[in-house]
């Protein structure tokens, strides 16, 4: 299958699943959209994450990092996925410290210097992305790439190679 076709398979089941759907809806950021992406719903369809995780595994392995990291709560199931579809190692930030046991702010194994290819579910602004970029940084972890599913292609690619970042989105609207 080619690429497109793989593209356009996965599309047509994020459709049929219900991840994706159409009519009038106020994102988290206050605009309204005609369209709402919903990636949550992925983790209930085994055959839908399989091919989410090939997919994003593929533009990792472009990327040439050490680790995936995944952005908690929706990216995280999908670097799971590219984790194993890569056999790539998988850390995590956290989106607060601990505040017992270890009080790690990441999970996983990682030495400082290495580099983290990071995954979410869909990007619009990207000031989410820079968020969960900063305790891996401030750990010493290299993070350039993230593997985004789908980009809505409202700013979130631009902030982030303000910033330095490189976007690769598996899909766009």
Do not use: N, W
């Not at 850390?91 to 046991?101: A, L, N, Q």
């Not at 010493?140 to 989105?169: K, N, P, S, T």
């Amino acid at each position: 299958m080619s690429a497109a076709d793989a593209h356009a398979a996965l599309i047509r089941r994020l459709f049929e699943i219900g991840a994706i759907r159409f009519g009038e809806f106020t994102l988290k950021s206050g605009i309204t959209s005609p369209f709402y992406i919903d990636l949550r719903v992925v983790i209930s369809f085994p055959d839908v994450l399989e091919q989410i995780g090939a997919l994003m595994a593929a533009v990792v392995g472009r990327c040439g990092g050490d680790r995936v990291g995944g952005i908690p709560y929706a990216g995280l199931p999908l670097a799971v996925a590219a984790s194993l579809a890569g056999r790539v190692p998988l850390i995590y930030p956290r989106r607060e410290e601990k505040g017992y046991g270890t009080r790690k702010r990441i999970e996983g194994q990682f030495k400082p210097g290495e580099r983290v290819v990071l995954i979410d579910d869909i990007i619009t602004d990207g000031a989410s992305k820079i968020e969960a970029i900063a305790p891996l940084e401030e750990a010493g972890l290299v993070v350039r790439d993230l593997v985004i599913l789908v980009d809505r292609e409202q700013g979130g690619r631009e902030l982030l190679a303000a910033r330095g970042y490189v976007l690769h989105a598996v899909l766009t609207i």
